[in-house]
């Protein structure tokens, strides 16, 4: 079982930037793919970033690619999203989720366990 809690969301200015945490409990969290993915008011949940167990393969929604950085320490069973030059369009609750899988994955439905959600608001 692996519990998963993410940190850092806040309100910024547009152009600002925010880093945002996930720690996820467990043993074997060196082994999980771990991804951030978002959700807009009245909107569907959708894919931000995603990273190998390794922190060697890393994928991006082409609205951050450039912008946000995943990465991970796994000697603190810890994710992280960079974001930079925020736009309000990025305003969302962030959701970081766990996959018992190595690799990447894009797909909501591919990710077993997940966090409460972060709340970053970006004004213009």
């Known amino acids: 079982q692996v519990q998963v809690v993410e940190s850092g969301g806040g309100l910024v200015q547009a152009g600002g930037s925010l880093r945002l945490s996930c720690v996820a409990t467990?043993?074997?969290?060196?082994?999980?793919?771990m991804g951030w993915f978002r959700q807009a008011p009245g909107k569907e949940r959708e894919f931000v970033a995603a990273?190998?167990?390794?922190?060697?393969?890393?994928t991006y929604a082409d609205s951050v690619k450039g912008r946000f950085t995943i990465s991970r320490d796994n000697a603190k069973n810890t994710v992280y999203l960079q974001m930079n030059s925020l736009k309000p369009e990025d305003t969302a609750v962030y959701y970081c989720?766990?996959?018992?899988?190595?690799?990447?994955?894009?797909?909501?439905?591919?990710?077993?366990?997940w966090g409460q959600g972060t709340q970053v608001t970006v004004s213009s």
């Open positions: 467990g043993r074997t969290f060196s082994s999980y793919a």
């Open positions: 989720a766990a996959r018992r899988n190595a690799g990447v994955g894009r797909n909501q439905y591919e990710y077993d366990y």
């Open positions: 990273i190998s167990w390794s922190g060697g393969v890393t």
